[in-house]
């Protein structure tokens, strides 16, 4: 995500702050997917459906083979138009500082192997009380929605887990949010659409070359981490980081190229920062 949202990078690996937790699943190829057209939160006949209904038309979620859901265009979008717009994320946290508290309490345990990070921090009684309050204090029809969403956890009340899968820092503060819509776009280290999001919690998916209505909206999760311009050792540590953040190893057409992902050695801290 543009606007500070995605990573600050410094000279290393170890010095990355990545401030943005995204859904799971690589893309792949579908098969006469099932199509739906309309937005999830609008099913429940809420206001706060229908201040996106109008925005979100030109997108639909879809069953894609092997990956669960995803976004797809409904009509042509020419590069440079809005594909989607979400005024207001579906709930939101101040989870921040927290998973920066716990990243320092078990980075010589991560750097021994003997924890694995992201799957602890869903179990962590900071960071599971602090999702579970902002579910809980979001509407109903918001609510619906975001237990629709994907949890690559697997966390055993479904709230953490989700929250950390598909959550993005808002700009200039430590609170998280999620939304209905964006949290469908799948990744792909060759995106087609960027994001840009306010400090007021609005959030703008833009294309960024024309897309054919059927075909999938793909974002970058790692897009300010160098993207297209990364090196061999960047780019390596970026897709161990979509592997142990996101819980999928990307299978994109770049990565396809680039070959197997090498496991990280036991002793490496890996990659600092969330």
């Not at 201040?51 to 669960?68: F, I, Q, T, Y």
């Not at 909206?217 to 050792?233: C, F, I, R, T, W």
Request: contains cysteine.
């Amino acid at each position: 995500m543009r606007r500070g949202l995605l990573a600050l990078w410094g000279e290393k690996p170890d010095q990355i702050e990545l401030a943005h937790y995204k859904p799971l699943l690589q893309p792949s190829r579908a098969a006469s997917p099932r199509l739906e057209t309309h937005n999830p939160i609008c099913k429940q006949g809420a206001i706060f459906g229908r201040a996106l209904w109008w925005r979100s038309m030109r997108v639909g979620v879809r069953e894609l083979e092997g990956r669960g859901r995803g976004l797809v265009a409904t009509e042509p979008i020419a590069a440079g138009e809005e594909v989607l717009r979400e005024p207001q994320p579906v709930c939101r946290a101040h989870l921040a500082q927290h998973l920066r508290e716990l990243q320092e309490e078990t980075a010589l345990l991560v750097s021994m192997g003997y924890v694995e990070f992201w799957p602890h921090a869903v179990k962590d009684g900071r960071v599971a009380d602090a999702c579970r309050a902002a579910v809980e204090a979001a509407p109903a029809a918001q609510r619906s929605a975001f237990l629709e969403l994907e949890d690559a956890f697997a966390s055993a009340d479904g709230q953490a887990g989700r929250f950390l899968t598909n959550n993005v820092q808002l700009p200039g503060s430590g609170e998280c949010a999620v939304y209905a819509l964006y949290s469908r776009i799948n990744h792909s280290c060759e995106s087609n659409v960027r994001v840009d999001l306010g400090a007021d919690g609005a959030l703008s998916v833009v294309a960024l070359r024309d897309l054919q209505a059927g075909e999938e909206v793909l974002d970058n999760y790692l897009a300010e981490a160098h993207g297209k311009d990364a090196d061999a050792a960047v780019r390596l540590e970026m897709r161990r980081h979509l592997a142990e953040r996101w819980r999928f190893e990307c299978a994109c057409a770049r990565c396809e190229r680039e070959g197997p992902l090498p496991a990280r050695p036991a002793a490496d801290a890996g990659w600092a920062g969330f």
